[in-house]
């Protein structure tokens, strides 16, 4: 098993990581301090004080203004809009004397009593829903300590070299390799976003979960506009689905699927005809994570309790996966969808499941691994650094596997008390023919007091992998790593699986494990 | 409703079984539906174990029972409907006499009526059920008016009930045609049906139960005004008296009983509940997908195979079929793929691969021409027209005698509602200018590939004002004065203009209206020439190459156009709690966005290669965008 101990020891502090040349990590003194590619995606600094963020909430601005009694008629018309049936029987138990029969304000107080009793009862067997809407998506983010991020989200377009950046402030901004203009995409219910991704096989759509809404951007790549109108923008919402904290599109562009933790079903949207089709699964109380593996075929989701399920999307359906300690955190997949990685929260493991069939082909739905396999110990590990002594290892936030399958990133959390326990990024280098294959490849660190908060793939990079991350001093670094793939270029036919062709033989007889006996 | 395709092998083998399917679950849906309805229609708050055990009794009871064997021949009847007045393609009314055309028809008119007596039958049903008041229609007085004590008495409450029946499946019908319930839609996510009908009953009980409060709201008001017409009726033909000792129901006090109101409600509900029930399950069957072999090694059986049921026309549903088929293999299925790409095994010809590009293409270039008409004729009399009456495809006696003769009213009031325009053909003898003025088109040449060999009647082009065959005599411009002045004469009249102004963006839902199987041919065929990269071993794929590739640039730059006009981009009020089938209406933004999808996914694919294909400059401009992601 692969262990951080087998980890060349992380740099001193005031050493950046650069980029990777001969199988070894470079590092330098600041970011710029090495020779330019031929387009270089900019580094970008976001710092905290610019942005200012819209932390209040609408109905705190109540304050501001003055008193004004309407009748209870009204006032139960704007209750029921703002909060629904409870807020409805709240306001009818307070009106005052005289305004309603006494029988309904006993009434509705009493089935005030009662809702709150049952979904104290509902809170306690799942306890997420008890967060406010702020916390709960900070807590299933994918971002590290995402409410105190500037950097909120951050997707690289699927073809192009162009990139959107959510930021604190509730904008996006789009840099563009081929034009210098910068649009900055601002909507009403663009509250805080917790994920975006670009529609593949398309140019213009930017998919953004919101607070209580999807919005579908449409920003034409040809305008030389820096404000996109609100009415470029589709929104998208469904009654109960909110907050929106993951998203994924289908790598053929047909459809999007979205998943909020109050909400046991995902949602399936067709975005141009705006509807959607829930798929519901009652059990783990809400969906927090999404995946889609890259050809198409099958789907990660993961809930607020301790279980996941794998769909497959030709006639969605999904097995699940109990996990034993707590929820899953992460996952990623391979770029031929056979390997799924994921992370169990409370647990120092990355865990591999294998998918041996090709589905489609037979309707049946047959996963292939009947457990998962861990491949990656990150307990953790102490490093002697000139500084003195350094320990990583920890939990994962958050998982990325380049398009190429030849480099992984981890972000560990670390322990935001204690200095000497930073969170970082451990880079592994990893094969998944003939068999999978997991080995170290070193620390990615970034300027001195920066802790990395998201990272991402460049999903088309010729020389090798580029990685982003952003970090808490509001900075995005790109940083390359050149090699050579060992399969030669692949071409990857948008959502199109190939002939199954027979690659894992070897793996299928007895429990030999899946990852290299070179690791352990 | 007996079209050429209902006797075709297709029809019979798969579409009437899945029917019947349909149908014989919904029978098995009926005892609990009617259990619950014997339940919640007998509720008591106040004594819940009377409540219950009154009704574990009833359930047991003949008449509940008997209610089963009505409601199952109903049930069977409205399957029957359901399964006689589908359709793939939805018709869409442009105008409101367009709509009250379709309501008028003699069709829908018998639909109406069979909805408006199974209505009833099931209210009858639902008052045994209920019992208590509402049982007979007839009983004995309850007052002694002066030794006639045997007297029989109408008994209003049934009545009341039978009558909600009839107006409730009234509105069924009425509603169905007006939101085009018969509409089938195909989603883009496949389910299996246990799976998609549990996901679908909620919103099919909560639909029926706000449609049967609105239907209810609407009835009480009809009978408040005109319900001693019936009432009358009835105690004439049947020697009844009317019971003076109770309210009558068309007085506010008399419908001011919320036991009756309830019962009415739940009435309602349950009757809705179980034909919507019906319809969804009809649709979930129709709707699967159905597997055609791509190819056959027995000759006989050749005529199931995909290619040639794609090139057929008949029945809609088969294509409809056929094209989702295809872009399922198209996506998911590599071996599937490979008898598309493969060759006839005496002579080595890509038999397969032909017929199925030709037939997307020539669907391709169907709409590129539909729309290039549209364009036309929008563009020159500022206002679409008829394109609508001539895509309706089921358009029948009655509804075009209306339309034809109102064609030439529809085309007034727009000029002189708006300001007058002087290119308007109707001008004098002034032609409109642009028509002649307009240069060629990029589509007018390049459409005229060989592969766009079906010939294609484009309707819409009718309406064009040919110059030539106009002659100024004075007799004609006499004519031609008094048509004028009627038409000025009906335009100033407020209902008329109600009726014929063109509803906003429905003459662009019309053209759009059967997308669906452009957006299947577009997916199948982007899909089956991504995966020809690697997977095409002859090279079956690259004879046709830049033939697809320019019929999707060109329907690309027609559909750029089309969205440029006033309408066609303002999307209709979505609701999330509603049954009705809109999907219809957002047709041509699904279409849109397919397109594009369906040319990236090409250049995506080949990359660089694409620019060794043979096209013309302007295509090839239009391709560098796509391969530069400016689109």
Avoid at chain 1, 311 to 321: I, K, N
Avoid at chain 2, 217 to 245: D, E, Q
Avoid at chain 2, 390 to 407: P, R
Avoid at chain 2, 531 to 554: N, P
């Amino acid at each position: 098993m692969c262990s951080l101990a087998l980890f060349p020891s992380p740099l001193p502090d005031g050493q950046v990581t650069l980029y990777e040349s001969n199988n070894e990590l470079v590092a330098g003194t600041s970011l710029d301090s090495y020779q330019k590619q031929e387009w270089d995606p900019p580094s970008l600094l976001f710092p905290r004080d610019a942005l200012k963020s819209h932390s209040h909430l609408e109905s705190s601005s109540k304050a501001a203004f003055l008193d004004h009694k309407d009748t209870l008629w009204m006032r139960s018309a704007g209750a029921w809009r703002d909060a629904g049936l409870s807020g409805l029987f709240e306001e009818i138990a307070n009106s005052s004397e005289g305004e309603v029969p006494r029988w309904l304000t006993v009434g509705s107080g009493f089935t005030l009593a009662l809702l709150r009793w049952f979904s104290s009862f509902h809170g306690s067997l799942f306890p997420h829903l008890t967060l406010s809407t702020e916390d709960m998506v900070a807590e299933f983010s994918q971002a590290l300590n995402w409410s105190d991020c500037a950097v909120r989200g951050f997707a690289w377009h699927p073809h192009t070299d162009k990139f959107a950046v959510a930021l604190l402030d509730d904008s996006i901004r789009i840099y563009n390799s081929k034009s210098a203009t910068c649009p900055t995409l601002k909507h009403r219910l663009q509250r805080s976003v917790s994920a975006l991704q670009w529609k593949p096989l398309c140019a213009t759509a930017l998919a953004v979960a919101c607070h209580n809404c999807l919005l579908v951007w449409h920003v034409d790549p040809t305008s030389l506009s820096t404000r996109p109108s609100s009415g470029c923008a589709q929104v998208l919402s469904h009654p109960g689905h909110s907050p929106v904290t993951s998203i994924a599109w289908a790598p053929s562009g047909s459809v999007l699927i979205s998943a909020s933790p109050v909400d046991t079903s995902m949602m399936v949207w067709d975005v141009a005809a705006e509807t959607c089709v829930p798929l519901q699964r009652v059990g783990g109380g809400g969906v927090t994570f999404l995946s889609w593996s890259p050809d198409g075929s099958r789907v990660l989701a993961a809930t607020p309790s301790a279980l996941f399920r794998v769909w497959e999307t030709r006639m969605w359906t999904c097995e699940r996966w109990p996990c034993l300690k707590g929820r899953c955190q992460t996952g990623c997949w391979s770029p031929d969808g056979s390997h799924l990685l994921f992370s169990v929260k409370g647990e120092m493991v990355i865990y591999a499941l294998t998918f041996t069939d090709s589905p489609g082909e037979p309707l049946g739905f047959s996963g292939g691994a009947k457990a998962a396999a861990i491949v990656a110990d990150l307990s953790e590990t102490s490093f002697q650094t000139p500084q003195g002594e350094v320990r990583i290892g920890g939990e994962v936030q958050s998982l990325a596997w380049d398009p190429r399958g030849e480099r992984l990133a981890v972000l560990l959390k670390g322990d935001s008390e204690t200095p000497e326990r930073p969170a970082v990024i451990a880079v592994f280098k990893t094969r998944s023919s003939p068999v999978f294959e997991l080995l170290p490849c070193g620390f990615v660190q970034g300027e001195a007091g920066a802790e990395p908060r998201m990272i991402q793939f460049h999903p088309n990079f010729s020389n090798g992998a580029l990685l982003t991350v952003c970090w808490s001093n509001g900075r995005i670094s790109h940083t390359p790593f050149y090699f050579v793939s060992a399969g030669g270029p692949q071409i990857r036919v948008g959502g199109s699986p190939t002939l199954p062709v027979p690659l894992f033989r070897n793996m299928e007889n007895g429990d030999r494990p899946l990852f290299s006996d070179l690791c352990s | 409703m007996f079209s050429p395709g209902q006797n075709h092998w297709f029809i019979h083998k798969v579409i009437w079984w899945r029917a019947a399917a349909s149908t014989a679950w919904s029978v098995l849906l009926l005892p609990v539906t009617t259990a619950l309805f014997v339940v919640v229609s007998r509720a008591s708050l106040f004594h819940p174990i009377q409540w219950i055990s009154e009704s574990m009794s009833l359930l047991y009871g003949s008449y509940v029972i008997f209610s089963l064997l009505i409601l199952t021949v109903v049930v069977l009847l409205v399957g029957f409907f359901n399964l006689e007045y589908y359709t793939v393609v939805p018709s869409i009314p442009c105008t409101r006499i367009a709509l009250l055309g379709k309501v008028l028809h003699p069709q829908q008119f018998v639909h109406s009526l069979a909805h408006c007596m199974m209505g009833m039958v099931v209210a009858w049903c639902a008052s045994v059920m209920i019992g208590g008041r509402y049982n007979f229609i007839a009983s004995p007085c309850t007052e002694d008016r002066g030794g006639t004590a045997h007297q029989m008495c109408l008994n209003e409450y049934h009545l009341f009930l039978l009558l909600a029946g009839a107006f409730i499946g009234y509105s069924y019908s009425l509603l169905g045609v007006v939101r085009n319930m018969n509409y089938v839609s195909f989603h883009t996510v496949q389910q299996f049906k246990y799976l998609s009908f549990k996901g679908a009953l909620p919103l099919v009980v909560k639909y029926s139960a706000i449609q049967s409060l609105y239907s209810l709201r609407n009835y009480c008001i009809f009978y408040f005004f005109l319900g001693y017409v019936p009432r009358a009726w009835i105690c004439t033909t049947m020697n009844l008296h009317k019971n003076s000792s109770l309210n009558a129901l068309d007085t506010v006090a008399g419908l001011l009983d919320f036991s009756l109101l309830y019962h009415l409600w739940i009435s309602g509900t349950f009757l809705l509940v179980i034909w919507y029930t019906t319809m969804l399950l009809f649709k979930i069957y129709i709707s699967e997908v159905y597997g055609f072999p791509v190819h056959s090694s027995f000759s006989e059986e050749a005529y199931q195979c995909l290619p040639a049921i794609l090139s057929g026309k008949e029945p809609k549903i088969l294509k409809f079929l056929a094209l989702q088929d295809l872009a399922l293999l198209s996506q998911h299925s590599p071996s599937r793929r490979q008898e598309v790409f493969s060759l006839s095994q005496p002579g080595g010809h890509p038999h397969n691969w032909t017929a199925i590009c030709k037939e997307c293409l020539s669907l391709n270039n169907d709409l590129t021409q539909r729309l290039m008409a549209y364009h036309e004729v929008v563009s020159s009399n500022g206002r679409a027209k008829s394109q609508c009456t001539s895509n309706d495809q089921k358009s029948t006696s009655s509804e075009s005698s209306v339309a034809s003769g109102m064609e030439e009213l529809a085309k007034t009031p727009w000029r002189l509602a708006g300001v007058q325009d002087p290119f308007s053909p109707w001008y004098g003898s002034v032609q409109s200018p642009h028509v002649t003025r307009r240069g060629p088109k990029l589509w007018t040449s390049s459409t005229e590939s060989p592969l766009n060999g079906s010939p294609l009647a484009s309707p819409a082009q009718a309406p064009i004002p040919t110059p030539a065959t106009h002659m100024p005599g004075f007799l004609s411009l006499w004519v031609h004065n008094r048509q004028e002045q009627v038409k000025n004469f009906l335009a100033k009249r407020v209902l008329i203009m109600y009726l014929f102004n063109k509803l906003p963006e429905a003459s662009s839902q019309a053209i759009f209206a059967d997308s669906q199987a452009h957006i299947w041919a577009l997916e199948g065929l982007s899909h089956l020439v991504a995966a020809s990269y690697t997977e095409d071993r002859f090279g079956v794929v690259q004879t046709t190459f830049s033939s697809i590739l320019s019929s999707m640039l060109v329907l690309q730059e027609a559909v750029d156009k089309h969205f440029k006009l006033p309408h066609a981009s303002s999307k209709p009020i979505r609701s999330s709690f509603s049954l009705e089938d809109t999907t219809f209406k957002t047709l041509r933004f699904a279409l849109r966005a397919a397109l594009k999808t369906a040319i990236y996914r090409i250049t995506t694919t080949f990359g660089q290669h694409i620019h060794a294909v043979q096209m013309s400059a302007e295509h090839r401009k239009r391709l560098q965008q796509f391969m530069e992601y400016k689109e």
